[in-house]
């Protein structure tokens, strides 16, 4: 009911940046949050960032001051602006969308195929 189509990943040094973008396929984008997700080799996948319809956000400790999750409504997109990347962001990252609880259509969580983000040292 929902595709989320991830891009912007890419290999970037120590310091760089990257904008990761999330384009939702939906006619009612404003009933979902929109969070960010990553999994490292081996580890399990946590998350990164999220915002809510009312643009509200939230972020993992490890990226605060780092990282901006932002949200076009217009465009049914959500982005990711990545500053000061280091090492340990590696990491595929995952677009997810959270049904609002007051639009009980379809499923509660969709997910995006993920994007690369590797940085090297």
């Known amino acids: 009911q929902v595709q989320l189509v991830e891009s912007g990943g890419g290999l970037v040094q120590s310091g760089g940046s990257l904008r990761l973008s999330c384009a939702a396929s939906?006619?009612?984008?404003?009933?979902?949050?929109m969070g960010w997700y990553r999994q490292a080799p081996g580890k399990e996948r946590e998350l990164v960032a999220r915002?809510?319809?009312?643009?509200?956000?939230d972020y993992v400790d490890s990226v605060k001051g780092r990282f901006t999750i932002s949200r076009d409504n217009a465009k049914n997109t959500v982005y990711l602006q990545m500053n000061s990347l280091k090492p340990e962001d590696t990491a595929v990252y995952y677009c997810?969308?959270?049904?609002?609880?007051?639009?009980?259509?379809?499923?509660?969580?969709?997910w995006g195929q993920g994007t690369q983000v590797t940085v090297s040292s």
């Open positions: 997810n969308a959270h049904r609002d609880i007051t639009f009980p259509v379809g499923l509660l969580d969709y």
């Open positions: 939906t006619s009612f984008f404003n009933f979902y949050a």
């Open positions: 915002i809510t319809s009312g643009g509200n956000t």
